[in-house]
């Protein structure tokens, strides 16, 4: 398996979901306005942010964890099993940890 391209990938995938962590930070870090009636719908939006924020640490926790599985040498092998993750699955999910009957 060619750990190269798939590290590349999840490089540049971690990249996107920093920026967007950025960006999600800092607008739940804004003031609130000074209307109530638009702090309501600021502080809707917020929880929205600060769920998605949750959602792409997550994603970032994730591909890190995979690329040092890559660096370890140990990526592509089921956490439970220890066999070989197909590598279809590991296409399409990049960041698996088991393998398809393990995961199942
Ligand atoms: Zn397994």
Redesign the pocket.
């Known amino acids: 398996m060619n750990t190269d391209i798939i590290a590349t990938s999840l490089r540049a995938r971690l990249a996107e979901v920093q920026a967007d962590i950025a960006r999600l930070e800092q607008a739940t870090t804004q003031a609130l306005p000074a209307k109530f009636a638009d702090q309501a719908s600021d502080l809707a939006q917020l929880a929205t942010d600060e769920g998605r924020e949750v959602q792409q640490i997550h994603e970032a926790e994730h591909i890190l964890a995979a690329l040092a599985r890559i660096e370890a040498g140990t990526y592509g092998i089921?956490s439970?099993?220890?066999?070989d993750?197909a590598p279809a699955r590991l296409a399409a999910l990049p960041t698996a940890t088991?393998?398809i009957?393990?995961?199942a």
């Open positions: 089921c439970n099993c220890g066999c993750i088991q393998c009957n393990c995961a």
